[in-house]
């Protein structure tokens, strides 16, 4: 693996929107704040957020289980909650393994 180990934060977004899209840095930062917003607010109403090309977001229901606590052993019960899951679309899947989208060289999941 080749990774930079380079985290890519919400001010990396903004400044990448002002360089591109030639908007101000005041007007990019809140375009990617609204955007984000956004997505925020479906993920929390339950709703799946799809990206064409990109992925999409879900949000799925885990039910109680018994956990353990690995130091002591002791079952602990883990209450219900959501959980956010992100799939990738196979076009990303691709770009992320150096193959170019629609060349053929990809085989289905």
């Known amino acids: 693996m080749t990774g930079t ?5 919400r001010v990396d977004l903004c400044e990448a929107v002002y360089q591109k ?3 101000s840095r005041t007007e990019s930062s809140a375009f990617v704040e609204l955007v984000l917003k ?3 607010d479906c993920l929390e109403k339950g709703e799946t957020v799809k990206l064409s090309s990109f992925g999409s ?4 229901k885990k039910g109680q289980r018994i956990g353990r606590n690995p130091k002591t052993g002791t079952e602990v019960p883990i209450s219900p909650r ?3 899951v992100f799939k ?3 076009i990303l899947k691709q770009r ?3 193959h170019a989208p629609g060349n053929g060289e ?4």
């Open 38 to 40: 956004e997505i925020t």
């Open 96 to 98: 992320i393994n150096g």
């Open 106 to 109: 990809s085989k289905p999941d």
């Open 5 to 9: 180990g380079k985290t890519v934060t």
């Open 57 to 60: 977001f879900m949000v799925r």
């Open 21 to 23: 899209v030639g908007l």
């Open 88 to 90: 990738p679309s196979a």
């Open 82 to 84: 959501r959980v956010m």
